[in-house]
């Protein structure tokens, strides 16, 4: 039942924001706007969750996910969830 209406509501293009009931299901379902674009670009499909953005994906070129990597916003993201950098 609840696949069922998040299908539906996105079929119909309403906007589900944090707080929104199907918000975490809608999270793992759907790609961000403009990821074929950026995906064209290195013909890969890369997404970082930037840290302060409510766990949204952003697409990113393969340069800006080395970046995001290696620039400290990764461990930022994970402070942000209160998990340390994996070992190794």
Do not use: C, K
């Amino acid at each position: 039942m609840a696949t069922h209406r998040l299908q539906l509501e996105v079929a119909r293009g309403v906007l589900i924001l944090p707080g929104h009931p199907l918000f975490n299901a809608t999270l793992g379902a759907t790609l961000p706007p403009g990821w074929q674009q950026t995906a064209a670009v290195g013909n890969e499909a890369l997404f970082v969750v930037r840290p302060g953005l409510s766990g949204l994906f952003t697409p990113a070129t393969p340069h800006e996910w080395r970046d995001y990597l290696e620039g400290g916003e990764y461990e930022a993201r994970l402070e942000e969830l209160g998990d340390d950098l994996p070992d190794g």
